[in-house]
């Protein structure tokens, strides 16, 4: 049996990831329910997390709260083989900048590194 890896991401300097178990696996349909994912573990509501770096004094540093740029995705419904990965792009209050969902990580995948290269140089 393959071991199960982390999704490869392009992620361009400047980002910390802050939390990660987005993996690079299918959701597998509990025998036992209509709805509940087996392999759950990896389809929850908190899969990776990524911050936008700020730099002083040719040092990175997380930012405070109300300079920070967060790329947030998780499976929603947590759990539900009826669910989708929503990824967004937050502030550091949780105000949503923009959001992309769908059921494929592939998808989820370049979405998210297409966000990654726009907010690189920009902020």
Do not use: C
């Not at 987005?22 to 349909?29: A, M, N, S, Y």
């Not at 509940?36 to 405070?64: A, C, H």
């Amino acid at each position: 049996m393959k071991p199960l890896e982390l999704m490869q991401l392009k992620i361009p300097a400047g980002y910390a990831i802050t939390y990660n178990k987005f993996h690079d696996v299918d959701p597998v349909l509990s025998a036992d329910s209509d709805d509940f994912i087996e392999n759950w573990f990896f389809f929850t509501q908190d899969l990776m997390q990524i911050e936008k770096l700020k730099v002083k004094k040719g040092r990175p540093y997380i930012s405070d709260r109300d300079n920070t740029l967060l790329f947030d995705l998780g499976w929603y419904p947590d759990s539900d083989i009826n669910g989708e990965y929503f990824l967004q792009l937050v502030d550091g209050y949780w105000n949503e900048v923009k959001s992309f969902s769908s059921k494929d990580r592939f998808l989820i995948k370049k979405k998210l590194e297409e966000w990654l290269e726009e907010y690189q140089a920009a902020n």
